[in-house]
Structures are given as C-alpha cells and as structure tokens.
C-alpha cells in the first residue's frame, strides 16, 4: 500500500551544525504533512507543518520543504543543539474528510556535544 | 487544559486478558484517535472518531473496539489480549475546523502482553 517513509534511520550530527532529515512519501493525493519530534517516553511532538500549495515553510531554527515532483519532504534544522536529539517522525494526511494521518518509520537524530 | 491524557501508564496483562485504555481530551476536539508505536517503528493508526457516536478502522484494527460516547473520551478495548499486542499505545485528538488539523497526542500507554 501507498505509505511515508524515510532514507536514513539514524543521523549523527556536530552540535551547532545544521541538521537534514529526509522523507518520501508515494501518495500524490496527500495534501498535508507534519514534522513530528518524539523524545523517549513522549509521544509524538508537532514540530512544523506545511500543505501542498507551499514548497518551503519556516518555523523557530526549523524548515520544512516540500517538493511534490518527486514526493520528497525535507526538515531542516538548524544550530542543531542537544535538545533536539530525538526520533523524527514524518506524516502525511490524505486527502479525505477522516484526518487520518499516515506515519513514516522514523529517523534517529543524534547531536554530539 | 490537560490536553490529552492516557490511563493507565503501563500494564502488563496475560494472554486472553481483557483490558480498556482510557483517554481523555478536554479541548473540546471532535476527532480523536488511537495508533500504536511497536520498537523502531512509526505510529499506525488503529481506530479513530470523527465525532461522538461516530467511529471507524484504521490501519490495524483487528483485536481492538472503540467507542465515542461524549465529545471527551475515547476508550480502546482489547477483548483478548494477544502478545502482538505489546506495544506503546497512543491517543490523538484535534480540530475539525479544515483539512490538515493538526492532531495532540498523550503521553502513551505502555502494554506488555505474557
């Protein structure tokens, strides 16, 4: 079935360095996604959103692109500091009247001090 | 406001068992949902409520039922519970104001099914 998924299931990252994490999705239908942070024994923080119209969202230190070409969704993180290291969580929402979100696997996002 | 709340926080069942989740929002949102989060793995989504008295399946929904009385809770029963079902279970809700609402979620409920 159509899902989300990421390409790399751990990221090592230098503190102050700019942080990437990469989704693809394969539902050309979605028209919403969410960036959720998830920290060990929490659920699942919202991060940053952006829809289908946008191909670029800014938020605090964080960015979202979108590119609807070839199914791709990037977060960006920037200064990447100790705080952020968790497991990035990409969703899509399809388009539909329910709201269902459709989750990615996850990438682990290590900062090293 | 509480946001979402999920009891219990852990619990440990034998195989057959019966148990409920509770979860609770107090934002007054009329969709809610439940996913479950096996080890290294995303969120799948198990049932969800687009309004009270108004349900329906989501990814996985074999071994669990839901129901939506009022507007506030919504329970996730596990009839018979099966090893499979070990897992992190969490609780959703959010607005229904347009499409692409963003969705809060609980702290989670972590099951261990022997």
């Known amino acids: 079935g159509e899902s989300v998924g990421l390409h790399l299931p751990t990221l090592s990252v230098q503190e102050g360095d700019n942080s990437i994490i990469n989704c693809a999705y394969s539902?050309?239908?979605?028209?919403?996604f969410i960036w959720y942070k998830q920290e060990s024994g929490k659920g699942p923080q919202f991060i940053i959103d952006?829809?289908?119209?946008?191909d670029k969202r800014q938020g605090q230190r964080v960015t979202v692109l979108l590119n609807k070409t070839v199914k791709h969704l990037s977060l960006q993180i920037a200064a990447t500091q100790p705080g952020d290291s968790a497991v990035y969580f990409c969703?899509?929402?399809?388009?539909?009247?329910?709201?269902?979100?459709?989750f990615g696997s996850g990438t682990r996002l290590l900062v090293r001090p | 406001n509480a946001g979402v709340t999920q009891t219990p926080k852990f619990q440990v069942l034998k195989t057959g068992q019966s148990m409920t989740l509770q979860c609770a929002q107090d934002?007054?949102?009329?969709?809610m949902s439940w996913y479950r989060q096996d080890p290294g793995m995303g969120l799948r989504l198990i049932h969800y409520?687009?309004?009270?008295?108004?349900?329906d399946q989501g990814e996985v929904p074999n071994g669990y039922n839901v129901s939506r009385s009022t507007t506030e809770d919504f329970p996730l029963r596990l009839l018979s519970a099966a090893p499979s079902q070990t897992s992190v279970y969490f609780c959703?809700?959010?607005?229904?104001?347009?499409?692409?609402?963003?969705?809060?979620f609980g702290p989670g409920t972590r099951l261990l099914v022997l």
């Open positions: 539902n050309s239908a979605s028209d919403y």
């Open positions: 959703a809700s959010s607005s229904m104001r347009g499409a692409g609402e963003t969705q809060y």
């Open positions: 934002m007054n949102h009329e969709y």
């Open positions: 969703a899509e929402n399809l388009m539909d009247s329910s709201y269902k979100l459709i």
């Open positions: 409520s687009v309004g009270a008295g108004i349900t």
């Open positions: 952006i829809r289908s119209n946008m």
